[in-house]
């Protein structure tokens, strides 16, 4: 009971401090898209927020280490074992060391000799330091790639509030470098690039810091730490994790690259608007509900089955509570549009509720892969990926015989649903011990 009970207090407290981090951080973003439309124009905002989503893909290649770190980190607290710990963190270092190294040399390669214009449907003229600007958000990005893991060692902790503390501290400074940027009248593309890319590098040098050498001076990584067995164990499970990123992303990422061609550029940004916007519910569900993934790790391990029966009926209230809030944002959207950016971009009404569908179908897929990611549970998942396969065959299909960027959103929605469907059949097969073979893992 005390340690069901300390488990119950931590995630509490890591709730209710997300909501005033990720509350802030929401107020941020906010603040920053009509500041960087201001600076930028709504083409160059479409053309970087089109490169950001492409260098996402830097973030996922760490073949789902982040992810399988959280997870044995959580195990190996659960247990107490502090050794194994640290050798999980140190050779989770190691390995993103490694990987990052050939990305950077590779994506530098392709920026430097590939047309960069024709690939985002940009004229050479509008924005002249394109490749220059790309090639140091590379650079930016891959550096922050490595430092980055600080994030999912606190979850692996369960204190995912300082994880969102993190992310929220290098949007500031975002804002704070593109406001002086603005202010100076010195609002090029490459400054805003720079400001966007150097700030997360900032916080999480100084976040490594102080994690290892002030607060957990005891899981401070080392080198003679790191472990064959350890990586072999965090890439078996990595990997799975990775590939379940990857679709993911590949969605994400081609769906502004898919506007940008099938439309232009400039196409991107009220949907981009759009999906910030309904995004907040997505934001607010990830606060009361990104807890329970490590918690349930830790319910897991110790055979807590009935804490686990409780957190999933919070989280269908929370499911609930979503829904009422879509459906009031979606109202409210002409007037928070007109608040927000005033006239400087047209979002419409279908786009919105495209958006707030897809956002509301990730959501309830999410509530059921929380808890399959805190048991590790991830084949099914994995298996489910194939539906990334048909999409962009999909989306082009679609925008071919109608040109109409709304058919785009309804092939975003259709590829989900069967995932949702899948996570909620094994979630409940697992819970009541019923789950065997292709279901149980």
């Not at 994506?107 to 004229?123: E, R």
């Not at 957990?216 to 890439?235: Q, Y």
């Not at 319910?299 to 804490?307: G, K, L, S």
Request: net charge positive.
């Amino acid at each position: 009971m005390m340690e069901k009970d300390q488990r119950s207090r931590l995630l509490y407290k890591n709730v209710v401090a997300s909501v005033f981090i990720k509350g802030y951080a929401a107020i941020i973003s906010l603040l920053l898209i009509p500041l960087t439309l201001n600076c930028l124009g709504t083409l160059k905002n479409g053309v970087w927020l089109t490169i950001s989503s492409i260098l996402v893909w830097i973030d996922m290649m760490d073949i789902g280490l982040g992810n399988g770190l959280r997870n044995k980190l959580a195990i190996h607290i659960a247990h107490q074992d502090t050794q194994e710990a640290r050798k999980v963190i140190s050779s989770t270092i190691a390995m993103l060391t490694c990987i990052m190294f050939p990305i950077l040399i590779l994506m530098l390669l392709l920026v430097g000799n590939a047309d960069v214009y024709s690939f985002l449907n940009v004229n050479p003229t509008d924005i002249p330091e394109l490749r220059m600007a790309t090639a140091i958000a590379v650079i930016m990005v891959c550096m922050t790639f490595v430092l980055k893991f600080i994030g999912n060692f606190y979850m692996g902790l369960q204190l995912p509030a300082v994880s969102n503390l993190l992310i929220s501290l290098g949007q500031t400074i975002v804002l704070i470098a593109t406001w002086i940027i603005y202010a100076n009248g010195k609002a090029t593309f490459l400054a805003i690039v720079i400001a966007n890319t150097a700030s997360p590098l900032i916080i999480y040098s100084l976040a490594y810091a102080y994690s290892f050498y002030i607060r957990f001076p005891n899981l401070r990584p080392a080198w003679h730490l790191i472990s064959l067995g350890s990586v072999v164990e965090l890439g078996n499970l990595g990997i799975k994790f990775f590939w379940i990123q990857i679709a993911s992303v590949i969605q994400f990422m081609t769906t502004n690259l898919l506007i940008s061609k099938f439309f232009t550029p400039a196409m991107v940004t009220p949907y981009q608007i759009a999906y910030r916007y309904i995004s907040l519910s997505m934001v607010l569900f990830t606060i009361f509900c990104m807890p329970f993934w490590n918690a349930t790790t830790d319910a897991y391990e110790r055979n807590d089955m009935a804490w686990i029966r409780k957190a999933s009926r919070k989280m269908n209230w929370m499911v609930a509570s979503i829904a009422a809030l879509l459906l009031l944002m979606i109202v409210a959207s002409p007037w928070v549009y007109k608040i927000w950016i005033g006239d400087a971009c047209h979002i419409p009404l279908g786009m919105t509720i495209m958006v707030a569908l897809y956002n509301f179908l990730l959501i309830i897929s999410m509530r059921y892969a929380y808890f399959l990611n805190g048991v590790g549970a991830l084949r099914l998942q994995l298996y489910m990926t194939i539906m990334t396969v048909i999409f962009i065959p999909s989306v082009y299909l679609a925008c071919t015989l109608t040109r109409n960027i709304l058919w785009l959103l309804a092939v975003m929605c259709i590829c989900v649903f069967p995932s949702y469907l899948v996570n909620k059949i094994q979630f409940h097969k697992i819970l009541n011990g019923k789950a065997t073979g292709i279901w149980r893992k």
